[in-house]
Each structure stands twice: as structure tokens, then as C-alpha cells.
Nanobody, 118 residues
Framework: QVQLVESGGGLVQPGGSLTLSCAAS????????MGWYRQAPGKQRDLVAD???????NYADSVKGRFTISRDNAKNTVYLQMNSLKPEDTAVYYC????????????WGQGTQVTVSS
């Protein structure tokens, strides 16, 4: 069973920075596309950024130039560096692991709250 454990959320002032981490158990990490999603109250869960097993990245337009996703396969960990945070970035952030061709998989973490407020 794969477990994804997020950490690093919290309260930050507008313009501040946070780094989220997601540690994965199991043997799938290195071959998975890892992603960060977020869900604000009353809204759907949306992709923030993802990174393929080869290191190709993809970002939502709203975070381009401010957020950076990275991964460390030796530590089975994916990171989301968030800079220039805005109140509209406030949400629960979820880590996701997906992959497979025939036997596809899609795992979620429990989420970590990020609140941007003065």
C-alpha cells in the first residue's frame, strides 16, 4: 500500500514563502508522475503543478513564476516551493502519485492547509 504524507503547510503573510514536502512509501515513486493539487472551500480540487518521472514539469497559469515543483527520487520526496504567496493561494494542498500503463494507479495524501493572510 502506498502512503503519501504531506508536511510544511501553515499560516504565512502575503508575499511570503512556504515549502511543502510529500514523502512517499512503497516502490512506485521513481516511476510516478507526482503532483500537487489544491482545494479551496466550496471549490473543486485543481492541479497546481506536476512533475514526471523524467523531470518534466507543468504548472497552473495562476502559479507560474511563483511556485516550483521538484523531486528527489533518492528520498522518495516531492517538493513544492511557493513564493510570493497571495491570499487566493489559501487552500488545502494535496499530494498525488499516478502512473502505470495497464495497471494504472492514483494515490492521494491527506492534505495540508496553507493559509495566506495578514
Amino acid at each position: 500500500q502506498v502512503q503519501l504524507v504531506e508536511s510544511g503547510g501553515g499560516l504565512v503573510q502575503p508575499g511570503g514563502s512556504l515549502t511543502l514536502s510529500c514523502a512517499a512509501s512503497g516502490s512506485i515513486f521513481s516511476r510516478s508522475t507526482m503532483g500537487w493539487y489544491r482545494q479551496a472551500p466550496g471549490k473543486q480540487r485543481d492541479l497546481v503543478a506536476d512533475i514526471t518521472s523524467r523531470g518534466s514539469t507543468n504548472y497552473a497559469d495562476s502559479v507560474k513564476g511563483r511556485f516550483t515543483i521538484s523531486r528527489d527520487n533518492a528520498k522518495n520526496t516531492v517538493y513544492l516551493q511557493m513564493n510570493s504567496l497571495k491570499p487566493e493561494d489559501t487552500a488545502v494542498y494535496y499530494c498525488n502519485a499516478r502512473g502505470g500503463v495497464i495497471n494504472t494507479y492514483n494515490y492521494w495524501g491527506q492534505g495540508t492547509q496553507v493559509t495566506v493572510s495578514s
